[in-house]
């Protein structure tokens, strides 16, 4: 049987600096905040995503799987400078940074799911039902980043840089799990996705496009070393 850990204090507050969290605020609004931003992209009867949304297919993630709206992107200039700038910071390559928003938002800077987390990594409200993103110092407007390329691509620049920073991402791995659960990046294998107010299997049966393409159990717990094998899987690393 793994192991399994609960965040530490010191982690909470990573947690806290990195969104800029009012002591009043919920941490388990926040992390189920977190847990739930790939929901758009998950094909499953329980979720509440409308059937209309874009969402996560059993395809690889490779490069060969991009739509035409995808592509369009692929050939917008802001996009391809602000790729290039974001690359270089967090010393990632271009296809593994592309391999994550595809798999994310399938290329649309657009996608807005049914809790409000916007753009091509999904970045969710502050709190439920809000319309801002606190980023480091900084308060973006949610509704500016959906139709704002270039300001949507500095704060994916400055959120990505602050865990290259904290030596959380080192390789396109690390910045998958980053992106999915701050927390677990840079953690051993067995480290397990929970946090004291948000469970195990409520954090794996919220996500269930990973037990399902590992051949698990919908509500087993998802470890560090799950999700590599995820991405393996599914052609991103």
């Excluded at 992209?41 to 490779?62: C, H, L, R, V």
Aim: some cysteine; glycine content about 6%.
């Amino acid at each position: 049987m793994s192991k399994k850990f609960i965040i530490t204090e010191e982690e909470r507050n990573n947690i806290k600096s990195l969104y800029n969290v009012r002591e009043q605020f919920d941490m388990e609004t926040i992390i189920q905040g977190l847990m739930k931003k790939l929901e758009n992209n998950f094909e499953d009867d329980e979720t509440s995503i409308d059937s209309s949304e874009n969402q996560q297919s059993q395809e690889s993630d490779d490069l060969t799987n991009i739509s035409e709206k995808g592509q369009k992107l692929l050939n917008n200039s802001t996009f391809q400078n602000k790729l290039d700038e974001i690359s270089k910071s967090i010393n990632i390559d271009k296809n593994s940074i592309i391999k994550l928003m595809n798999h994310e938002s399938k290329l649309d800077p657009k996608i807005k799911n049914s809790i409000g987390c916007v753009g091509l990594i999904q970045f969710c409200p502050d709190s439920k039902g809000g319309t801002t993103k606190t980023i480091g110092n900084k308060i973006y407007n949610l509704n500016e980043l959906q139709n704002d390329l270039d300001k949507q691509m500095d704060a994916i620049k400055e959120f990505w840089d602050t865990g290259y920073k904290s030596g959380k991402i080192k390789e396109p791995k690390d910045l998958y799990i980053y992106n999915f659960f701050p927390i677990a990046a840079g953690k051993s294998d067995n480290f397990v996705l929970q946090s004291s107010g948000l469970s195990a299997q409520k954090v794996a049966t919220s996500n269930p496009i990973f037990n399902k393409t590992l051949g698990k159990p919908r509500n087993t717990p998802l470890t560090v070393g799950d999700l590599e094998n995820y991405y393996k899987k599914t052609g991103m690393v």
